[in-house]
Every structure is written in structure tokens, then in C-alpha cells.
């Protein structure tokens, strides 16, 4: 079974409209992390935002905040006010466990589109 | 310093060449990892070291060789490559395994 899946293969946003990108996982790990990660065309991944399972409060980073709905394993990227730079491969990822010896495991990802 | 370098950026190499990709981080991470992305798909994982140890080998095969040289260099030696393995490789590091992954920009591989 996918443990992190990704449904949307792509995605259009106008400029300056909040989008909602979709990440839920599969883990019986009751310790967990969840990441997201953006990748433009030049090829680098740039972290952006990241969620504890036992974190009380979604996470927020500036223009992105994650929706962290814990009973229905879901983790969604937000973004607000979408920009022409966002335009990019979102990847959602999962670490299990407490840190340790788990490596990340990632979503098969979302192309986001921002239209001027 | 969040910087995760990588070198080369562009790599062309025949199937009877040895060439090596290079890795380098200074932010003290003391793991790093190699991944291999294919285009339109997630990155996926080769190798993971851990204080200089190799701790993960994705069951990758022995035509990719890695070397930890070092806590803030990672090395991943080719040889006899073949065409499938054009690709983007990706280099990582975090302070443990599963923490914030920094990541490089990145070698695009072309075998020819």
C-alpha cells in the first residue's frame, strides 16, 4: 500500500487566489512527520513546511500553512495569495517514527500552475 | 549556511566511462543521501550514510558506488552505466536520518 498519496496530478491557480494541494498517508506509527517539499523546474527540492503527529497546532510558514487533520490521515499544503513563482512540483513526504532510522518516504506529487 | 552544493550540474558520460558526482554540505548534518528522479516522478532513495557509515542501500545496483569521504562530503561513483540511468540525482543531508531534508540542486545524468 502507498504511504503517502497524492491525488491530484496537476493543478491550476489564478495569481493571487489561496490553492489547496492534497497529501494524505497511510502509517500505524503513532510518531510521525510530515513534510512538504517544492520543486521548480531548475530541479532543486526546497523544504517547506513540516508537521509532528504530536504537534497540537497546524504548522505555517509565511505564505503556507499545512491542514493537519489527524483522523483522517490527511496533511494539506496551503498556499495563500498563489504567485507566479509557485508554479512548481509540490511533494508531500513522511518520516515514521521519532526520528531514528527512517528515511523519508514521498508522494508521487502535484504540478501546480499559477495563471496570470 | 543552508547550502547543500552539488557538482556537476550537467554530467554527459558513455557507458564505458567512470565519472564521480560530488556532495557537500557545511551546516554539521550528519546524514546524508543519494536519490535518483526520474522525470514526472518523486525522487527515490539510493543510499543513505549516517556519521559516515553507510546505513541505507536501496538495493542499488553495484554500477553506483558511494563514498563518505568525510561528515560534510558524499560522493557517488559511476561506472558502466546504462542509458536507463539518465537521470537527475539529488543529493541530501539532515542533522539525523528522517529529520529536514536539505537538498542540492541537483546532477542531470545523461548516458549515452
Known amino acids: 500500500a502507498q504511504k503517502i498519496t497524492q491525488t491530484q496530478p496537476g493543478m491550476f491557480v489564478q495569481e493571487k487566489e489561496a490553492v489547496t494541494l492534497d497529501c494524505t498517508y497511510d502509517t500505524s506509527d503513532p510518531s510521525y512527520g510530515l513534510f512538504w517539499y517544492k520543486q521548480p523546474s531548475s530541479g532543486e527540492m526546497i523544504f517547506l513546511i513540516y508537521q509532528g503527529s504530536y504537534d497540537q497546532q497546524n504548522a505555517t510558514e509565511g505564505r503556507y500553512s499545512l491542514n493537519f487533520q489527524k483522523a483522517r490521515k490527511s496533511a494539506n499544503l496551503v498556499i495563500s495569495a498563489s504567485q507566479l513563482g509557485d508554479s512548481a512540483m509540490y511533494f508531500c513526504a513522511m518520516r515514521e517514527g521519532n526520528s531514528g532510522n527512517t528515511p523519508l518516504v514521498f508522494g508521487k506529487g502535484t504540478r501546480l500552475s499559477v495563471i496570470a | 549556511d543552508t547550502e547543500v552544493t552539488q557538482t556537476p550540474k550537467h554530467l554527459v558520460m558513455g557507458m564505458t566511462n567512470k565519472k564521480s558526482l560530488k556532495c557537500e554540505q557545511h551546516m554539521g548534518h550528519r546524514a546524508m543521501y543519494w536519490y535518483k528522479q526520474k522525470a514526472k516522478k518523486p525522487p527515490e532513495l539510493m543510499f543513505v550514510?549516517?556519521?559516515?557509515?553507510?546505513?541505507i542501500n536501496e538495493s542499488v545496483p553495484s554500477r553506483f558506488s558511494p563514498e563518505c569521504p568525510n561528515s560534510s562530503l558524499l560522493n557517488l561513483h559511476l561506472h558502466a552505466l546504462q542509458p536507463e540511468d539518465s537521470a537527475l540525482y539529488l543529493c541530501a543531508s539532515s542533522q539525523e536520518i528522517g529529520g529536514e531534508q536539505y537538498f542540492g540542486p541537483g546532477t542531470r545524468l545523461t548516458v549515452t
Open positions: 550514510y549516517s556519521y559516515e557509515k553507510l546505513s
